[in-house]
């Protein structure tokens, strides 16, 4: 079984990207011979959970649309690198892209609020509320025509909170994070920096190999289960939940602009409404396979899980504190994010909070 495991992971790592391709050409030939229209899509991942999401929402259009319009889903680095994801779309080379957008933030820091920015006391449900009815989508695609980008996207599938992640030994208090070398993306790099640890942005795949050379001392990915298949396990036995460096974030799946405005407007409302309905399917699926994988790392790798300790939550709100007012003050359009995301914040946790009831009491009193 271990044979098994290592031989799986060692071709996760990889990227599977033959073994992907081969099975998007297979899966999806009988339709994609006979579509009037073809979207190519690379994803920006080669593998695991996130290349199995991406998938969801091209078989989902690709049901509604029938023989009119398809969608061809290439795994990582297919056409061109995660890096140059964008501007191929943007230039016609690849016709969409499913990734996030920490992975393009250095274009934009406002980038970074759509999805991995400062945590007003909401999730990522309410941040992508706020995207469709607070005003988020049409302030995203000012920042399109700001930055001269000939993109149309669409925003799906509310990730949980990401944990802190994996450490050499357990963290207790904030003072510990002090100097350590650790990954991450988009702003949480600067919120970080400001806690006094040392940033590396490294992809996926690089992460768990990184840390077993030392070159980083601790590192976060997303979630359990695309931890578990980069085998953080065998690195670390110290595995931290809930954070606030990354409490919300989601799927950005974007088409060029050029292309999306030649289809029909039946065509145009199949690539939103399945990414609204991927919306639902991802939640439900993604913290069902979550929690069994946390399970298989407690009980069956050996790892100690952990919940952050509030003096690191903390700080990591006053981290941010000091990178939002000087980004605020540097960029407008970024203030004025910022100040739509905390107006919507505050009327609907405001509702939320009042009406919630406490979840962890009734948990604790049917299962201790």
Request: proline share 4%; net charge negative; aromatic share 12%.
């Amino acid at each position: 079984m271990k044979e098994k495991e290592t031989l799986n992971r060692r071709k996760f790592l990889k990227g599977t990207a033959l073994a992907a391709t081969a099975t998007a050409g297979t899966l999806a030939a009988p339709s994609i011979v006979r579509a009037q229209t073809v979207l190519k899509m690379q994803a920006a991942w080669g593998g695991g959970i996130f290349l199995e999401n991406a998938q969801s929402y091209v078989d989902r259009v690709n049901s509604m649309a029938g023989s009119a319009l398809q969608i061809e889903l290439l795994p990582v680095n297919s056409v061109v690198k995660t890096s140059q994801m964008q501007d191929a779309v943007h230039r016609g080379v690849l016709d969409a892209a499913h990734y996030v957008p920490a992975y393009w933030y250095s274009k934009s820091p406002v980038a970074s609020l759509f999805g991995t920015g400062p945590c007003f006391g909401w999730s990522s449900q309410e941040v992508l509320g706020w995207i469709y009815y607070g005003g988020g989508q049409e302030l995203f695609n000012e920042m399109m025509e700001k930055l001269g980008l000939n993109l149309v996207s669409f925003f799906n599938s509310p990730m949980p909170a990401q944990p802190l992640g994996w450490f050499k030994e357990q963290i207790s208090d904030s003072s510990q994070m002090n100097g350590l070398k650790y990954r991450t993306v988009g702003l949480a790099a600067d919120v970080l920096l400001e806690m006094g640890m040392s940033v590396v942005q490294l992809p996926g795949g690089e992460i768990q190999p990184a840390m077993k050379s030392g070159l980083i001392d601790a590192a976060e990915f997303n979630n359990p289960t695309s931890d578990r298949d980069f085998g953080m396990q065998d690195v670390s036995k110290h595995y931290h939940l809930a954070s606030f460096h990354q409490s919300q974030e989601f799927f950005e799946c974007t088409f060029n602009k050029a292309k999306y405005d030649s289809l029909a407007d039946e065509q145009k409302a199949i690539l939103q409404y399945a990414s609204e309905a991927e919306n639902s399917n991802f939640y439900w699926h993604n913290t069902r396979r979550y929690a069994t994988d946390l399970v298989k790392l407690r009980e069956e790798q050996g790892v100690n899980v952990y919940r952050t300790p509030d003096s690191v939550m903390k700080d990591q709100l006053v981290a941010w504190d000091v990178v939002v007012d000087r980004l605020s003050s540097e960029d407008p359009f970024f203030a004025k994010v910022i100040a739509s995301q905390k107006a919507y914040a505050e009327e609907v946790m405001n509702y939320l909070n009042l009406n919630q009831p406490d979840y962890k009491l009734a948990y604790d009193h049917h299962f201790g």
